[in-house]
């Protein structure tokens, strides 16, 4: 029942402001998700009942050193709006700042999930036709092969429970489909997924870049670092082939005549690969789940990472990644070594 | 005097066949290089003067284990082309067929250059009003700190001599601009770019995925894992959004009319990012300079890859890349262990 799930959201950090947040909030709010907001009651403004709002002008979005700002800084919204979630008080957290600031929060005060070594932020890929979850694209620069299996699982399990993907096919991301191809961490975490027993995962191989976009696969694991380039490479090609095609589409009457006929067909396809479609992206591994919203989100898009955190709790998203991953055998053990809680 | 040089094709791996790369020698023996093609005579066929041919039917392109390959087999037309180049009866190596093949004959039979760790493979990316060189594009898929150092001097002396820019703006890539992103290995290796002196290298300092394309730098410094995984999600977001576009433009008459007007517009950004005009990947860090030219290229291309290579040779891009390593006090020193020459 959605009603009953409340979401703490973090309504400083986005470029359009709290009050572009707060508008989120009660869009989402209507569909019958309980938000509390924290952010500048100045900025924020009225709200409508089933949204509160707690007064919590500071900001850390900005900051440099986002591991420390969150120690520094109890009194900063992302802080509390964390905090609340830690507690118990909140089900899920989104937040419309850094990304930085948001894991860092995430993890001193809502904790990393029982077994899991290192939490991973996902991200869903609005490809035409070929929807994809990327997962690490930023948390951890440096893996080990323990945590990129990990994170096999938990975007298996985030595919099942939030994107509706009922046996999501999982790849691994290398420079070469072979088993041997890649890293030494890569190739052992191949071994690893390849021995999984179909029932807990789906391991579909090695893929390489080009199969990123490519519809090869629900689930694209890779490193932090990598899949920090990987997802920022395409935003980049994105852009400037679009931008190619529309400086030609405007460089001669006919063509220009050309763009124009062709624009509805195209304004399709833009709604298809609308970053705001899909809420932003996610960090799994913790004891409860956050969305990261884009700064550069309008309210239609903080609307739908409150919904989609809402149904990630409705859904039971942490429950089935951790029963997924004790079925697989791949929990850390009490007796391992604890690994840094320092984000990258 | 572009008369002088000699280069070594290997005329074995091409997708159309040993002919088409035959053609495409005779296209680069008209402008006055003198070419050599290794391959089998009876499928290249009759040649005007200015090709010499060598019989040399059997071809490793599609050997599972390219080292292995190269060593057991040494009648193969890519490591006979490897061979003359290594012996000096040609200048510089062109290959059609695969890049392991030809990364494990450059290594075993052209060697290593003086005082470099590790080749690099590197390739222009035709990007639209932005061309930039990207390595290592696959040799390496694991490197440590000074590898990459000397790949940044490398890319630098490259796009000196044969891309024809004078003062290269050489970035690293990295998960965030401030030098204190990436992993460990990538930010020794900016405060290793940051102190070299300005005259003899332009560090730009961190770009992320998103300034690939963006005309930042013209030099981009990864690792080969890193460098594989970015070139392929180029290619691989480039097909799917062409032809999602493509997909749009025929789903309606009104649409189809605008295609059919804007399509000459569009026929230039198809020129401007052909892989064809680059001649393809360069193998830096051998005694000598070898291209590996795309196995889907036709007569076009593999004439472009010859012409590269002979321009290399006239330019002197392997004494001015030891010119610049040398100055840069970045050379492997005899006492240092040898890596190993094993490529990935």
């Known amino acids: 029942v959605p009603g009953t799930v409340t979401v703490a959201v973090d309504a400083n950090g986005a470029d359009l402001g709290p009050r572009e947040v707060a508008e989120g909030a009660i869009l989402a709010a209507a569909k019958g998700i309980r938000v509390v907001l924290y952010g500048p009651l100045a900025e924020i403004g009225d709200v409508p009942d089933g949204v509160d709002v707690v007064d919590a002008p500071v900001s850390i979005a900005k ?118 191809k890649g890293t030494p961490g890569v190739i052992a975490v191949h071994v690893q997924l390849t021995a999984a027993r179909r029932e807990v995962l789906r391991f579909v191989g090695n893929v390489e ?5 490519g519809g090869a696969a629900d689930v694209v694991v890779m490193d932090g670092f990598t899949g920090n380039v990987t997802l920022k490479v395409i935003e980049g090609v994105s852009g400037t082939l679009l931008g190619a095609i529309r400086a030609r589409a405007a460089s001669s009457p006919r063509a220009k005549l050309g763009g124009l006929l062709l624009r509805p067909a195209l304004r399709g396809l833009r709604d298809e690969i609308d970053p705001e479609g899909t809420g932003g992206a996610y960090m799994l591994g913790l004891r409860r789940l956050g969305v990261v919203a884009h700064g550069r989100f309008t309210r239609r898009g903080f609307a739908r990472a409150i919904e989609v955190a809402a149904q990630g709790v409705t859904e039971d998203v942490i429950g089935r990644t951790h029963a997924a991953l004790e079925a697989a055998g791949v929990l850390r053990q009490p007796s391992e070594p604890e690994a840094s809680v320092t984000p990258s």
């Open 63 to 180: 900051a440099a050193d986002p591991a420390h700002a969150v120690r520094r800084t109890p009194e900063s919204s992302i802080v509390q709006a964390a905090t609340a979630v830690g507690s118990g008080s909140a089900d899920a957290l989104v937040s419309g700042g850094s990304t930085g600031s948001a894991l860092a929060a995430g993890l001193f005060h809502m904790k990393r999930a029982k077994g899991i070594y290192r939490p991973a932020l996902a991200l869903p890929m609005p490809i035409p036709g070929a929807p994809v979850l990327l997962l690490d694209v930023g948390a951890n620069a440096e893996v080990r092969p323990e945590h990129l299996v990990q994170f096999a699982f938990m975007g298996s399990a985030f595919a099942q429970t939030v994107m509706g993907i009922a046996d999501p096919r999982v790849a691994l991301l290398s420079n070469g489909e072979e088993a041997t």
């Open 209 to 213: 870049g080009t199969q990123v976009t």
